[in-house]
């Protein structure tokens, strides 16, 4: 066994998913003594202004770029994890109909290769043993999130390959790699009904409706992440992004304690290894944590 310390690489698009998407994971794990580096693909430049009580929107990419820096700074400092830029420049997501052109150059817009071609570099450097990201749809539609899992994907496959992406450092070959499953049908309901059965308002009952009615098929879980001690975490990580997060809004209204006696994990789907492990599991290094694969 070695004394050498595991590594988790999570993908992100934008600044602020990585506090929505399997936060409380990665604040568990670093307060575990995991090195945890949070990789996020885009500055969030072309977000808008979500939280009505933020006031007055920065003006122009630079400033709202400016922002965001600061605001995942302080997510990250929330999460205990480390945090680094690939240099692209968020997409926007299009509306209208037909939806217009991306952005020229914009993160969604470039070939797979020039977009992976960071991440790669990152990868060898930082040399993890898990990745994570997003499944092929993106977990929702909008274009840098589907980027995000191809860039990711392409990583995972080439960075151990000397052939590929050279010149950008040693190969390392990561072991596994994770789809997010931010919010499941399963755990949707399951907070719905205890929220129902309290006497509540569940804000979950339109999404519940329309995404039965349009039969979204469920994304396999095959991992799920004890992590309910590390909920505070997600939360002031989630409150840091002020420009993006109401507080009185969607993320929040889900009342804490009924989240912590219904659900206490975050799911993942494990997308790819190289390991040997075993279907479920409750950590992401299983098959790697206490192995030679833990160099
Ligand atoms: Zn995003």
Redesign the pocket.
């Known amino acids: 066994m070695s004394s050498e310390r595991l590594r988790l690489m999570a993908v992100h698009?934008?600044p602020?998913?990585e506090s929505s998407k399997g936060a409380a994971t990665t604040a568990r794990y670093a307060a575990e003594g995991v090195d945890v580096l949070v990789v996020t693909c885009t500055g969030g430049e072309r977000g808008d202004v979500l939280n009505p009580g933020y006031g007055p929107a920065p003006e122009g990419l630079e400033a709202m770029a400016a922002v965001r820096r600061e605001e995942m700074a302080a997510a990250a400092a929330a999460l205990g994890v480390r945090q680094r830029w690939l240099g692209f420049v968020d997409s926007g997501l299009p509306e209208g109909d037909p939806l217009p052109p991306l952005p020229e150059g914009s993160f969604a817009t470039l070939p797979l290769e020039e977009a992976s071609a960071p991440l790669v570099a990152a990868v060898r450097e930082f040399r993890p043993h898990v990745m994570t990201t997003y499944d092929p749809s993106g977990g929702y539609p909008?274009p840098?999130?589907i980027m995000c899992h191809r860039v990711s994907a392409e990583a995972f496959a080439a960075a151990g390959d000397r052939e590929r992406y050279r010149g950008l450092g040693e190969p390392w070959t990561p072991l596994k790699l994770y789809y997010n499953h931010g919010f499941s049908l399963a755990r949707m309901r399951a907070v719905h009904d205890a929220i129902v059965a309290a006497g509540g308002e569940s804000p979950f009952s339109d999404w519940i409706d329309s995404r039965q009615a349009r039969e979204v098929p469920e994304r396999q879980v095959t991992t799920r992440i004890e992590c309910a001690d590390w909920f505070d975490r997600r939360d002031a990580a989630l409150r840091a992004h002020a420009t993006q997060i109401d507080p009185e809004g969607w993320f929040f209204a889900v009342p804490r304690e009924v989240e912590l006696a219904t659900w206490r994990d975050e799911e993942y789907e494990l997308a790819e290894s190289r390991v040997e492990t075993t279907l479920p599991e409750t950590d992401l290094f299983a098959g790697i944590r206490g192995t030679e694969h833990a160099r």
């Open positions: 698009a934008h602020d998913d909008h840098d999130h």
